[in-house]
């Protein structure tokens, strides 16, 4: 029997894992929160002007809906290698347990910023992170593709996300004043 690996995407892995997998599966961390908290020095900004990515926020009565991926154990050490480089920026791989939408639960790997990492934000209001995203582009572009990306990614997944929908509003709303 094939030995196998799981790997959780909730941002950017869900619409680009950029690693071959044997299935996906669209699941949901229990008790957890993606939340615009982490600050992106490298990736959607720089150390003068830092974006906004995503992290997991431990929040009991919270829900994280995101996409599984089954890997191969086999090449787990290589696909890791290039994920390590990818979240390099404040986030730690640690493992959760995955509810996939197939009623199975997974032990699966993922990448948490931790909120003790020095690119850490925190919180802040919908309005603040979405001007900060306005200004905020690094090596893999815009912040604010980012957000879209990963908005038009949940959608597709029939996930509910209020922080990310509200974020995108506001960014929406800044950028149509700013054609204006």
């Not at 993922?110 to 925190?122: P, V």
Request: net charge neutral; proline share 1%; hydrophobic share 40%.
């Amino acid at each position: 029997m094939k030995q196998t690996i799981w790997v959780f995407g909730y941002g950017s892995l869900i619409w680009r894992p950029d690693f071959n997998y044997l299935q996906k599966q669209r699941c949901v961390a229990r008790g957890w929160a993606r939340k615009f908290w982490q600050g992106s020095h490298d990736h959607r900004g720089t150390a003068e002007v830092p974006g906004r990515v995503v992290t997991l926020i431990r929040q009991t009565h919270e829900n994280c809906v995101g996409m599984a991926y089954e890997i191969d154990a086999s090449v787990a050490t290589a696909i890791f290698t290039a994920l390590d480089h990818r979240e390099k920026n404040g986030y730690q791989r640690v493992n959760l347990v995955l509810a996939l939408d197939n009623g199975r639960s997974v032990d699966a790997f993922t990448y948490i910023a931790m909120q003790d990492n020095i690119a850490f934000l925190g919180d802040a209001s919908d309005s603040e992170i979405a001007i900060q995203m306005f200004h905020a582009a690094g090596e893999s572009g815009n912040n604010a593709d980012y957000l879209f990306g990963l908005a038009d990614a949940l959608r597709k997944l029939q996930a509910n996300d209020e922080h990310v929908f509200g974020i995108e509003k506001q960014l929406k709303n800044l950028m149509h004043k700013q054609m204006q």
